[in-house]
Every structure is written in structure tokens, then in C-alpha cells.
């Protein structure tokens, strides 16, 4: 098993690939922020009415904009905003003028239409071989994409960077276990790309064909597009013999690439030349107290097709603004700990599935696979945990397990819940984003 060396391989491996831009004094960011902010302005005005209108109103003049807290002026924009403007009454550019357009399905109503220039996609490019750079990728590395490709952003975004970085790309795709286990075993990749869910689930098929991944050679994981949390990543560590870094991004904004991981771990550096950060505070607009939990919104500054100007995000995390051990000047996103969507309120206590999460993988004889099912009595939610005994323990045990569980959950998060555990493979497993929550909750009541 060879982690131990891999892991000081890329610790030393150190170096950014856009010093000028990565290490630029926090002084420097926020000019080169706001001369970027009054072009996407400008951008926005000149050819989408239904920013104009908005900018109008909120007398924001692009050219006259004097400090990046300006912005404050402008109403959010949501998730919602883009429906209403299906398909394409956001872009900037007529679709004649673009290259791409990438869609997500929801899970109601219509899809995320987002589009993109030539330009954009080089500069999609640029961040995401910037962020796998970051991460401890290098020129001359094979990179296992098993993020899907198609409509969802993943496997091209993480394609296009990957080949940006003068990588050979095995572009796999989800799906294919076995099949992916032998490429990897067969080529063996340096980096994997995968969501977190699915990294785990390839380990499972390795381990059922009494294939040891950490012989594989893999040595850094690039792993995002769903929370996860810390004991997660160190059951990936662990069985993929990896380095696991944390990759973030949305379509709305750009797609995988927009923060990412360096070889600290401590945080994920948003590319700050590229977007406006800011934290509020859901409930309220406001901006959150300095390194608060809060929800994330973002202002595109180089996009041409597709300018978003503080859009939800709908993630909740914190940042931090010192500069990294790594030289990077850019602030840190901190795990996003999960979406405001997906909070469930369990007899009062708000709770996220990566806390769910945090609580159940590593613990002795469960398996790292689970979804959390919602129901309703009466007023009350109620939370119902179903997760894996691991391979080998006898049925006999899973009572005593759920028993574990319960009290875990109890003392650690604070709620109730009900515990099923369930026999070894019987939890559905992830090709892409993991279902981790399962609401059977009567709609509308
Ligand atoms: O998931 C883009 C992506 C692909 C990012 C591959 C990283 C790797 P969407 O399908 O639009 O785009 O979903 C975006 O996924 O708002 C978060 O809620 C969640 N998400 C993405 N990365 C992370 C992460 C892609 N590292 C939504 N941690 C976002 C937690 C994440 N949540």
C-alpha cells in the first residue's frame, strides 16, 4: 500500500499553475474584482432586458459602480429567475454566438438552461485545469473521469480542464463498475474523478472482485457535486489509497472548477478573479458576520453568455479570508455542510444528511451506505435512517447495531430517529449524485 508516499508526493509537490493570479495580494483581488464587476454589469445591461430593468431600478450605473459592496443594491437572483426565463432569457449572446449549452434537470418543473461562449469554455478550462493543478494533478498525469457526461457539467467541465492541464483524459463516465475498476487497474490513472458517492461505490465493486484499489496507483481524488462529509472522506482515503480533495461548483455559475481544494485540505479556494463571493444570512439578505455560517451567493465577473449577478446558491457554508499555508490568496469556501433544500427539521433540531453522515460512516460494523426516509404523523416529522451492515456481520447483530445507531445519532446531533439497519447491498447505489434523502412527505401539507 503505498499512500503514505503518495501523500508526501503531493505535499511536496506544492506550486500553482496561475501564480500571478493565485498569490495576488487581497488589495490586488479586489481591483481587479471591481473593474470585472462593472464589465459583467455593463455586459448585463447592454443585452439582457430583464437585468437591465433590474440594474435600472436599483440605479446602478455599470461605469459609476465605486466599491465592490455596491452590489448590495441589486436584488438576488434565484434558481426560480432562470425557469421563468426558459430557456434562454438570461443569456447575453444570442445561442447562434455559443459553443455550448449544458441543462440540469431539477427535481420539479423545468430544467436549468445555461449557456456558453467560446471564450467561456476556455476560461472554464483554465479553472478547472486550475483547480485540479491545485489539488495535485500535473501535466502528464492520466486522469479517471468518471464524472457523467452529457447535460450535467461534470464530465466535460472536468474533461476540458483536465486536457487544458496536458493530461490523457479516460473519459468513463458513470456506470460500468467492474468495467471501470479494471481501467483503473489496468492503466493506472493518477487521478480519479468521480462524485464522492460514487468513489465508494467503486471501491465496493473493487473489493467484491478481491481488487485492492490502493495497488491501483491512484494517488489524488478530485471528488465534488454533492456534500460530503469529513468521515467520508477519510473511508475514501482509506480505501482508494487516495488523496481525496474536495471539489465545488454549480451550472448556474460555471460548472465544476469554481473552489477547490489544495493539498491542506482546509478549505476550498474560490477563484476569486473569476467570481464575487458573498455569505448572507439566509433568512434575512444581510450580509453574515464575518466567518459565519451563512448561504453562499456568487456574482460572475468573466462570463460573456451567461452573467449571474448574486445568485442563491442555496449552500450553506463559512469562509475564511487568511492566506493559505499553500501561498494562495484566495479566500477558502469551508465544506458546504449541505443545502438549505435539503435542511430537515426533526422535532424542532435543523439537521443536514452529512451530519447524518458524519455519525455513521466509520462506525463499527456499518457500511458507509444509507439514505434517510421523511415521513409525517400528524405535525411531526419523523426521520427514518436506513443503512448497510457491513459485509460478514451476522443479521443476529443488526439490532444491537441499530441500537448503537440511535443512541449516536441521539447524543451526537441531538434528534430522534428511527434505525433500520439493512443487509449489504441494499441501499441503492449512486452512478452520479447520491439520493440521500428519500421525502415522503405529503406534498403541500
Ligand atoms: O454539481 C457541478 C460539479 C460537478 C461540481 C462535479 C463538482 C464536481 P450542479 O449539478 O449544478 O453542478 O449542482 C450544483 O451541487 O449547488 C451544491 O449543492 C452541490 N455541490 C457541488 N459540489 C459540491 C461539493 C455540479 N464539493 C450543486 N460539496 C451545488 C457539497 C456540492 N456540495
Known amino acids: 500500500m503505498g499512500a503514505p508516499n503518495e501523500l508526501s508526493r503531493v505535499a511536496a509537490a506544492g506550486g500553482h499553475l496561475h501564480a500571478a493570479q493565485e498569490t495576488m495580494s487581497r488589495d490586488e483581488l479586489a481591483a481587479v474584482q471591481l473593474q470585472r464587476l462593472r464589465a459583467t454589469l455593463a455586459n448585463a445591461h447592454a ?42 432569457g438570461l443569456f447575453a449572446r444570442p445561442v447562434q454566438g455559443l459553443a455550448r449549452i449544458h441543462a440540469s434537470s431539477g427535481t420539479t418543473g423545468k430544467p436549468t438552461v445555461v449557456g456558453y461562449t467560446a471564450g467561456d469554455l476556455e476560461r472554464w478550462a483554465e479553472l478547472m485545469a486550475r483547480s485540479l493543478y491545485c489539488a495535485g ?22 474533461h476540458d480542464g483536465a486536457t487544458r492541464l496536458g493530461c490523457a483524459v479516460v473519459p468513463a463516465s458513470g456506470g460500468g463498475s467492474e468495467r471501470q475498476v ?15 458517492s460514487y468513489a465508494l461505490a467503486l471501491a465496493e465493486v473493487a473489493d467484491s472482485q478481491g481488487i485492492d484499489l490502493r ?22 482515503d482509506a480505501r482508494l489509497g ?55 451567493v456568487i456574482t460572475t465577473l468573466t462570463k460573456e453568455a451567461l452573467p449571474m449577478l448574486r445568485y ?32 430537515m427539521i426533526i422535532r424542532g433540531v435543523n439537521v443536514y444528511p452529512s451530519q447524518v453522515e458524519a455519525v455513521l460512516v466509520g462506525r463499527p460494523g456499518i457500511a458507509p451506505h444509507y439514505q434517510l426516509v421523511l415521513t409525517r404523523h400528524g405535525h411531526l416529522d419523523r426521520l427514518r435512517i436506513e443503512v448497510e451492515a457491513e459485509p ?42 447520491a439520493v440521500r434523502v428519500r421525502d415522503l412527505r405529503p406534498k403541500g401539507a
Open 47 to 88: 443585452h439582457v432586458p430583464w437585468q437591465r430593468a433590474r440594474l435600472d431600478a436599483a440605479g446602478l450605473e455599470p461605469q459609476a459602480l465605486r466599491s465592490l459592496d455596491d452590489i448590495r443594491a441589486l436584488p438576488f437572483t434565484t434558481k426560480a429567475d432562470l425557469r421563468d426565463q426558459y430557456p434562454f
Open 182 to 196: 479494471a481501467l483503473i487497474m489496468d492503466f493506472h490513472p493518477r487521478v480519479l474523478c468521480a462524485t464522492p
Open 312 to 343: 442563491r446558491t442555496r449552500d450553506i457554508t463559512r469562509v475564511a479570508r487568511e492566506r493559505c499555508a499553500c501561498g494562495r490568496s484566495h479566500l477558502r469556501i469551508l465544506r458546504v455542510a449541505g443545502r438549505s433544500d435539503d435542511m
Open 392 to 433: 460478514g456481520v451476522p443479521e443476529g447483530r443488526f439490532g444491537e447495531l441499530a441500537a448503537d445507531v440511535i443512541h449516536h445519532i441521539k447524543s451526537l446531533i441531538g434528534v430522534t430517529a428511527e434505525v433500520a439497519v439493512l443487509a449489504p447491498g441494499a441501499v441503492p447505489r449512486s452512478q452520479g449524485k
Open 215 to 236: 495497488r491501483s496507483g491512484l494517488a489524488i481524488g478530485l471528488f465534488g457535486g454533492e456534500p460530503w462529509s469529513a468521515a467520508m472522506r477519510a473511508e475514501i
Open 242 to 296: 487516495l488523496h481525496a480533495t474536495d471539489v465545488y461548483g454549480l451550472s448556474e455559475i460555471m460548472g465544476p472548477g469554481v473552489a477547490c481544494e489544495c493539498e491542506q485540505r482546509d478549505g476550498l479556494h474560490g477563484w476569486e478573479d473569476h467570481f464575487l463571493f458573498e455569505v448572507i444570512d439566509p433568512e434575512t439578505g444581510e450580509p453574515a458576520a464575518e466567518g459565519a455560517a451563512g448561504e453562499l
Open 137 to 158: 494533478a500535473r501535466p502528464g498525469d492520466i486522469v479517471h473521469n468518471a464524472y457523467g457526461y452529457g447535460l450535467f457539467t461534470g464530465g466535460l467541465g472536468a
